[in-house]
């Protein structure tokens, strides 16, 4: 395994990128987007982390966070575990459509890793890089909230559902000053 992108500094801020195997489109469909939601806020309350900017994309989430514990690893690889297990669950429960395609292509991607189990929803990794700057940290930001608008699905940030944009305009109370760096 590279060890490039990778969270070395416990206590960083970092622009993250956690992307499901074979870039599967699996955030088209809005269960598995909020079950990715709620297991942010769950991290936010429980276990440490700081959420500074976030959108969900269809096969993709983009992050920029750090932890109050030291512990961001350990977040971001319980939170990978927690969304892939309980998107496992809905999957078997509910109906959908490409069921059996995904179910393959995640068994696929299981065997090829040694660590993992029978399914494997996300890709190892999760393209961690350190935010060093106030000024890297706006453009990583502004890349997050552009990316519904680039993909042609709203015509404005703020009104993708499943960004920190969308937060920021109905204030709905996520801190994105970073107070720590100066313009």
Not at 149 to 174: P, Q, T
Request: glycine share 4%; with cysteine.
């Amino acid at each position: 395994m590279s060890n490039a992108y990778q969270i070395y500094d416990q206590h960083g801020t970092y622009f993250l990128t956690l992307t499901v195997v074979d870039w599967i489109d699996i955030f088209s469909r809005k269960v598995y987007r909020d079950i990715v939601m709620d297991s942010l806020v769950y991290c936010v309350r429980n276990k440490g982390l700081q959420v500074y900017g976030y959108v969900i994309m269809t096969n993709h989430v983009h992050l920029i966070v750090s932890s109050t514990n030291g512990t961001l690893s350990d977040i971001v690889r319980d939170f990978k575990k927690f969304t892939a297990n309980a998107i496992l669950d809905v999957m078997a429960q509910e109906p959908e459509s490409r069921r059996h395609w995904m179910m393959h292509r995640f068994e696929w991607n299981a065997v090829q890793h040694q660590r993992n189990s029978k399914y494997q929803v996300w890709m190892h990794g999760s393209h961690a890089i350190e935010i060093t700057s106030y000024n890297f940290f706006r453009q990583k930001l502004d890349y997050i909230h552009a990316n519904p608008v680039r993909a042609g699905w709203v015509s404005r940030e703020e009104d993708y559902m499943y960004s920190s944009a969308n937060a920021l305009y109905n204030d709905l109370n996520i801190d994105l000053t970073l107070s720590h760096w100066h313009e």
